[in-house]
């Protein structure tokens, strides 16, 4: 499967506690997106990398959560201190530099409890 | 920024019948608007977009048609059956530091009545 991965597919933890989310793109891709996606809801941009530089952050993005993507290959998106508010599906999609289209993941499902 | 909006917010059609799914969006510098289907527990799969150089696009049994004018477009899914039944959502880009990041709506849940 040549698709974006990402692991874990589903995580519960504690109110206060930090969890990291991984992402592989697709191989040949050189853009990186993080999105959330509340229940009834459409995805909603978090931050997107160029390689291993990330160029745009959404006001969504609040100072607990931190992206990276330190070989412009692989991505991490981390929350800190969780809330039960940040419950929510995290997706992570991918695309050429070339392109329009957005492939996504299957997504990371955070549970806090 | 874009703002996009989607209707209805359910739609629940007999197998055979025609589906249509209707978005709007704010921001005239919007060029490329892609549609997606999510099943339950998946994430969002694209199945078919649309330029702004273009009015309509099919691709079997879906179309997608585009109003620049009026800033709305739509998605039609013809002779349904029970496995197009998902959530799909409509999505407008608009170029920004020379990426398309795709703003979305809230989606549609359609349900196809075997």
């Known amino acids: 499967d040549t698709g974006v991965s990402q692991d874990p597919r589903h995580k519960i933890t504690k109110r206060g506690q930090n969890v990291t989310f991984r992402c592989d793109p697709i191989?040949?891709?050189?853009?990186l997106y993080w999105y959330r996606q509340t229940l009834g809801q459409g995805p909603e941009f978090l931050t997107y990398?160029?390689?291993?530089?990330?160029?745009?952050k959404s006001r969504l993005l609040s100072d607990r959560f931190s992206a990276e993507r330190p070989k412009g290959s692989f991505s991490t998106l981390e929350i800190q201190r969780t809330e039960q508010g940040d419950s929510a599906m995290y997706l992570c999609?991918?695309?050429?530099?070339?392109?329009?289209?957005?492939?996504f993941g299957e997504g990371s499902w955070l549970t806090v409890v | 920024g874009e703002n996009v909006e989607q209707h209805p917010s359910t739609l629940s059609v007999q197998e055979g019948d025609s589906a249509v799914i209707k978005c709007t969006y704010s921001?005239?510098?919007?060029?490329?608007f892609p549609w997606y289907k999510q099943e339950l527990g998946k994430g969002p799969q694209l199945i078919i977009d649309?330029?702004?150089?273009?009015g309509e696009k099919k691709d079997q049994r879906i179309a997608v048609t585009l109003n620049k004018t009026a800033k709305h477009f739509s998605l039609h899914i013809t002779e349904t059956q029970p496995e197009d039944s998902a959530v799909y959502f409509c999505?407008?880009?608009?170029?920004?530091?020379?990426?398309?990041?795709?703003?979305f709506g809230r989606g549609t849940s359609l349900i196809v009545h075997p």
């Open positions: 999609a991918s695309s050429l530099s070339s392109g329009n289209t957005i492939y």
């Open positions: 191989s040949e891709h050189n853009r």
């Open positions: 990398f160029q390689n291993e530089a990330q160029l745009e």
């Open positions: 921001d005239s510098a919007s060029n490329y």
């Open positions: 649309i330029r702004s150089n273009v």
């Open positions: 999505a407008a880009s608009t170029p920004s530091g020379g990426s398309y990041i795709p703003t």
